[in-house]
Protein backbone atom coordinates (compact mmCIF):
# COMPACT_ATOMS: atom_id res chain seq x y z
CA UNK A 1 0.00 0.00 0.00
CA UNK A 2 1.34 3.34 -0.92
CA UNK A 3 2.25 6.06 1.59
CA UNK A 4 3.89 9.54 1.93
CA UNK A 5 5.16 10.61 4.59
CA UNK A 6 6.22 14.79 5.05
CA UNK A 7 9.39 15.75 7.23
CA UNK A 8 11.14 18.81 7.51
CA UNK A 9 11.53 22.32 10.12
CA UNK A 10 8.33 22.90 11.91
CA UNK A 11 9.28 26.60 11.28
CA UNK A 12 10.99 28.53 9.20
CA UNK A 13 12.19 32.37 9.34
CA UNK A 14 11.21 34.86 6.71
CA UNK A 15 13.20 35.76 3.89
CA UNK A 16 14.76 31.80 3.91
CA UNK A 17 13.97 28.87 2.41
CA UNK A 18 11.52 26.32 3.29
CA UNK A 19 12.57 22.69 2.82
CA UNK A 20 10.49 19.61 2.69
CA UNK A 21 11.21 15.65 1.56
CA UNK A 22 8.88 13.75 1.13
CA UNK A 23 9.32 9.82 1.99
CA UNK A 24 7.66 7.08 -0.52
CA UNK A 25 6.82 3.51 0.36
CA UNK A 26 4.66 0.52 -1.09
CA UNK A 27 5.54 2.41 -4.61
CA UNK A 28 7.94 3.80 -7.25
CA UNK A 29 8.59 7.11 -7.64
CA UNK A 30 10.40 5.66 -11.51
CA UNK A 31 7.25 4.99 -12.24
CA UNK A 32 5.87 6.71 -15.77
CA UNK A 33 2.38 5.89 -14.68
CA UNK A 34 2.69 8.94 -12.41
CA UNK A 35 3.84 12.72 -11.10
CA UNK A 36 4.83 13.09 -7.33
CA UNK A 37 3.88 16.62 -5.92
CA UNK A 38 2.94 19.04 -3.17
CA UNK A 39 -0.45 20.72 -2.08
CA UNK A 40 -0.75 23.18 0.76
CA UNK A 41 -3.31 24.96 2.92
CA UNK A 42 -2.82 27.81 4.89
CA UNK A 43 -4.82 27.87 8.06
CA UNK A 44 -8.58 28.70 7.47
CA UNK A 45 -7.79 29.20 3.39
CA UNK A 46 -8.29 26.95 0.43
CA UNK A 47 -5.93 24.01 -0.28
CA UNK A 48 -3.10 25.12 -2.78
CA UNK A 49 -1.31 22.61 -5.92
CA UNK A 50 2.15 23.51 -5.54
CA UNK A 51 3.83 21.55 -8.10
CA UNK A 52 5.04 18.02 -9.45
CA UNK A 53 7.52 16.03 -10.92
CA UNK A 54 7.30 13.17 -13.06
CA UNK A 55 9.63 9.94 -13.83
CA UNK A 56 12.13 11.73 -15.80
CA UNK A 57 12.42 14.75 -13.91
CA UNK A 58 10.58 17.11 -15.75
CA UNK A 59 8.63 20.12 -13.55
CA UNK A 60 5.95 21.73 -13.31
CA UNK A 61 4.68 24.25 -11.00
CA UNK A 62 1.64 26.82 -10.37
CA UNK A 63 2.13 30.26 -12.67
CA UNK A 64 1.58 31.69 -8.90
CA UNK A 65 4.33 30.24 -7.33
CA UNK A 66 6.75 28.90 -9.84
CA UNK A 67 9.09 32.16 -9.42
CA UNK A 68 9.72 30.42 -5.59
CA UNK A 69 9.31 26.97 -6.24
CA UNK A 70 11.98 23.64 -7.00
CA UNK A 71 11.03 20.08 -6.68
CA UNK A 72 13.22 17.61 -7.06
CA UNK A 73 13.53 13.75 -6.84
CA UNK A 74 15.71 11.08 -5.82
CA UNK A 75 14.88 8.14 -7.10
CA UNK A 76 17.34 5.69 -5.63
CA UNK A 77 16.25 7.10 -2.12
CA UNK A 78 12.22 7.06 -3.05
CA UNK A 79 12.01 10.58 -1.68
CA UNK A 80 11.26 13.76 -3.40
CA UNK A 81 11.36 17.71 -2.55
CA UNK A 82 10.03 20.90 -2.00
CA UNK A 83 11.99 23.86 -1.85
CA UNK A 84 9.93 27.08 -1.46
CA UNK A 85 12.42 30.52 -1.49
CA UNK A 86 11.96 33.44 0.02
CA UNK A 87 9.16 32.62 2.62
CA UNK A 88 6.60 35.45 3.99
CA UNK A 89 3.94 34.44 6.67
CA UNK A 90 1.57 33.86 3.65
CA UNK A 91 4.05 30.60 3.35
CA UNK A 92 2.51 29.29 6.65
CA UNK A 93 0.54 26.08 5.70
CA UNK A 94 0.34 22.76 6.30
CA UNK A 95 2.11 21.26 3.13
CA UNK A 96 1.59 17.79 1.83
CA UNK A 97 3.01 15.55 -0.67
CA UNK A 98 0.80 14.08 -3.32
CA UNK A 99 0.64 11.10 -6.04
CA UNK A 100 -0.73 12.61 -9.18
CA UNK A 101 -2.32 9.58 -11.35
CA UNK A 102 -2.05 12.20 -14.20
CA UNK A 103 -3.70 15.79 -14.91
CA UNK A 104 -3.58 16.90 -11.83
CA UNK A 105 -5.90 13.99 -9.92
CA UNK A 106 -4.11 13.67 -6.69
CA UNK A 107 -4.74 9.30 -5.73
CA UNK A 108 -2.50 9.13 -2.59
CA UNK A 109 -1.92 11.83 0.04
CA UNK A 110 0.58 12.57 2.77
CA UNK A 111 -0.82 13.18 6.04
CA UNK A 112 0.73 16.40 5.62
CA UNK A 113 3.44 19.05 7.87
CA UNK A 114 2.64 21.84 9.80
CA UNK A 115 5.33 24.64 8.50
CA UNK A 116 5.06 27.94 10.35
CA UNK A 117 7.22 31.39 9.12
CA UNK A 118 7.94 33.17 11.73
CA UNK A 119 10.55 35.04 13.34
CA UNK B 1 -10.96 29.33 -11.74
CA UNK B 2 -12.76 29.19 -8.76
CA UNK B 3 -14.35 26.91 -7.31
CA UNK B 4 -17.51 27.42 -4.70
CA UNK B 5 -18.34 24.70 -1.98
CA UNK B 6 -21.90 25.24 -0.34
CA UNK B 7 -22.94 24.63 2.49
CA UNK B 8 -19.51 25.19 4.04
CA UNK B 9 -20.70 23.12 7.02
CA UNK B 10 -23.68 20.47 7.59
CA UNK B 11 -24.88 18.84 10.50
CA UNK B 12 -26.95 15.53 10.01
CA UNK B 13 -27.50 12.65 11.63
CA UNK B 14 -26.96 9.02 10.74
CA UNK B 15 -29.12 7.49 8.31
CA UNK B 16 -29.59 10.99 6.35
CA UNK B 17 -29.69 11.72 2.78
CA UNK B 18 -26.48 14.55 2.29
CA UNK B 19 -25.91 16.50 -0.50
CA UNK B 20 -22.95 19.00 -1.43
CA UNK B 21 -22.72 21.21 -4.24
CA UNK B 22 -19.56 22.78 -6.38
CA UNK B 23 -19.80 25.46 -9.02
CA UNK B 24 -16.94 26.19 -11.06
CA UNK B 25 -16.35 29.41 -12.06
CA UNK B 26 -16.02 28.45 -15.70
CA UNK B 27 -17.02 25.41 -17.46
CA UNK B 28 -14.50 22.45 -16.27
CA UNK B 29 -16.33 19.67 -18.67
CA UNK B 30 -16.21 16.23 -16.63
CA UNK B 31 -12.72 17.05 -14.92
CA UNK B 32 -13.91 17.29 -11.55
CA UNK B 33 -13.11 15.05 -8.49
CA UNK B 34 -13.39 15.10 -4.71
CA UNK B 35 -11.79 14.77 -1.62
CA UNK B 36 -12.44 13.50 1.53
CA UNK B 37 -10.06 14.16 4.83
CA UNK B 38 -10.89 13.20 8.56
CA UNK B 39 -9.00 14.51 11.67
CA UNK B 40 -5.81 13.68 11.66
CA UNK B 41 -5.30 11.08 8.90
CA UNK B 42 -4.48 11.80 4.92
CA UNK B 43 -6.96 13.36 2.56
CA UNK B 44 -8.29 10.61 0.59
CA UNK B 45 -9.45 10.66 -3.14
CA UNK B 46 -13.23 9.62 -3.24
CA UNK B 47 -14.79 10.42 -6.87
CA UNK B 48 -13.21 11.49 -10.17
CA UNK B 49 -14.14 12.06 -13.19
CA UNK B 50 -17.36 13.60 -11.91
CA UNK B 51 -19.06 10.12 -10.73
CA UNK B 52 -16.44 7.55 -10.98
CA UNK B 53 -15.45 5.97 -7.40
CA UNK B 54 -12.38 4.73 -6.34
CA UNK B 55 -11.39 1.49 -5.53
CA UNK B 56 -13.19 0.78 -1.78
CA UNK B 57 -15.03 3.78 -1.69
CA UNK B 58 -18.52 2.75 -0.64
CA UNK B 59 -21.33 2.93 -3.11
CA UNK B 60 -23.26 4.93 -0.81
CA UNK B 61 -21.06 8.12 -2.24
CA UNK B 62 -22.26 9.33 -5.53
CA UNK B 63 -20.96 12.57 -8.14
CA UNK B 64 -23.29 13.95 -10.63
CA UNK B 65 -23.08 17.42 -12.53
CA UNK B 66 -21.27 18.79 -15.93
CA UNK B 67 -19.91 22.29 -16.95
CA UNK B 68 -19.70 24.30 -14.08
CA UNK B 69 -22.70 22.74 -11.11
CA UNK B 70 -21.33 19.28 -9.26
CA UNK B 71 -22.49 17.48 -6.48
CA UNK B 72 -21.67 14.54 -4.03
CA UNK B 73 -24.52 13.05 -2.52
CA UNK B 74 -23.98 10.34 0.44
CA UNK B 75 -27.43 8.48 0.16
CA UNK B 76 -27.34 7.22 3.57
CA UNK B 77 -24.47 9.21 6.37
CA UNK B 78 -22.69 6.47 7.98
CA UNK B 79 -20.40 7.75 11.40
CA UNK B 80 -17.32 6.95 9.64
CA UNK B 81 -18.84 9.72 7.00
CA UNK B 82 -18.18 12.52 9.41
CA UNK B 83 -15.32 14.72 8.04
CA UNK B 84 -14.40 17.34 6.11
CA UNK B 85 -15.19 17.43 1.63
CA UNK B 86 -13.40 18.82 -1.11
CA UNK B 87 -14.09 19.01 -4.61
CA UNK B 88 -11.03 19.80 -6.90
CA UNK B 89 -11.00 21.34 -10.63
CA UNK B 90 -9.02 19.07 -13.35
CA UNK B 91 -9.17 21.10 -16.27
CA UNK B 92 -7.60 24.32 -16.00
CA UNK B 93 -3.66 24.52 -14.62
CA UNK B 94 -3.45 25.44 -11.96
CA UNK B 95 -5.87 22.60 -10.42
CA UNK B 96 -8.14 24.52 -7.76
CA UNK B 97 -10.03 23.29 -4.86
CA UNK B 98 -12.96 24.52 -3.21
CA UNK B 99 -12.96 25.81 0.60
CA UNK B 100 -14.11 22.30 1.88
CA UNK B 101 -17.73 21.07 3.69
CA UNK B 102 -17.78 19.85 7.02
CA UNK B 103 -20.01 17.16 7.46
CA UNK B 104 -20.23 17.18 11.14
CA UNK B 105 -22.75 14.75 13.80
CA UNK B 106 -26.63 16.00 14.93
Known amino acids: QLQLQESGPGLVKPSETLSLTCIVS??????????WGWVRQPPGKELEWIGSIDYSGNTYYSPYLQSRVTISADASRQRFYLKLHSVTAADTAVYHC???????????WGQGTLVTVSS | IQLTQSPSSLSASVGDRVTITCRASQGISRYLAWHQRKPGKAPKLLISGVSTLESGVPSRFSGSGSGTDFTLTISSLQPEDFAVYYC?????????FGGGTKVEIK
Open chain 1, 98 to 108: VRDRGQWLIDC
Open chain 2, 88 to 96: QQLNYNPPA
Open chain 1, 26 to 35: GGSISSTSYY
